[in-house]
């Protein structure tokens, strides 16, 4: 039985991918920082580990009781909303540990395993914003915009090794909590710089618009595009997920 470790299980797009693999009869490793918030159901597929991507103590923890992993889904990450100016250096490198360096670190543990079993696969959750740029996401779209280049680079490396390795990259996702989260910490960070406050005015009522269209992109959609990246050996290197991100990566 093949095995997935998928990061960032606690809502959304992890949660929805960690169910979606147990449907599809695989063994799944769920992983989040607090594995009494999970809320998938019980089986005897399913295992929830606590993993905070962050730190490298907790991911060889996770990594020691996960065993050996076919599939690793780097998932877990942050969203922010705001100009260059108004994002401090702290919270610029907030965002690249958790969305970036996170991402090569799970990498590296289990690069060892399945370079010895010659088999393996990785999916990369990046963003859509690396396919379309969007104002006040310049800092979260260029520490996905790393991941996406870091992913194509390690393909080529890992080709030799069998293993693969593939971007999934997800649209606005209005149904899940990523937004909000976003907000609550432009909130405790200061909010939007003064000078900026009628283009954040003008670009906020254009995503709202967004939102409103039903062109949008649903944890169902991102979760069945990870199935996909995982297991179909044709899957294009980056592979949009969701109606506006399939949209944008034609042109539309």
């Not at 996406?148 to 899940?176: D, H, K, M, Q, S």
């Amino acid at each position: 039985m093949n095995t997935v470790l998928i990061t960032g299980c606690s809502t959304g797009f992890g949660r929805e991918t960690a169910a979606h693999f147990l449907a599809q009869g695989w063994s799944v490793v769920a992983t989040m920082r607090d594995p009494s918030a999970s809320t998938l159901p019980a089986s005897d597929r399913l295992r929830v580990l606590a993993l905070d991507v962050t730190a490298a103590d907790s991911i060889a923890a996770a990594m020691a009781e996960a065993g050996a992993i076919d599939v690793l889904v780097n998932n877990a990450g942050i969203g922010w909303l705001n100009a260059v100016e108004g994002t401090s250096m702290e919270t610029v490198r907030r965002v690249f540990e958790t969305n970036t360096f996170s991402t090569v670190a799970m990498m590296q543990a289990v690069l060892p395993g399945m370079r010895e079993r010659k088999a393996g696969v990785i999916v990369n959750v990046s963003s859509s914003t690396t396919i379309k740029p969007l104002p006040l996401l310049s800092i979260y779209r260029a520490s996905k915009a790393a991941v996406n280049a870091l992913t194509e680079c390690a393909a080529l490396e890992l080709a030799e090794f069998g293993i693969r390795a593939r971007v999934v990259v997800p649209g606005a996702a209005p149904g899940t909590s990523f937004g909000s989260t976003a907000r609550a910490q432009i909130a405790a960070s200061g909010g939007f710089p003064g000078a900026y406050a009628g283009f954040v005015q003008q670009t906020m009522g254009g995503m709202r618009q967004h939102a409103a269209s039903g062109e949008v992109t649903t944890a169902q959609d991102v979760a069945e595009a990870v199935f996909r990246a995982a297991t179909d050996p044709d899957c294009p290197m980056i592979l949009p997920a969701g109606a506006d991100a399939i949209g944008w990566s034609e042109g539309r």
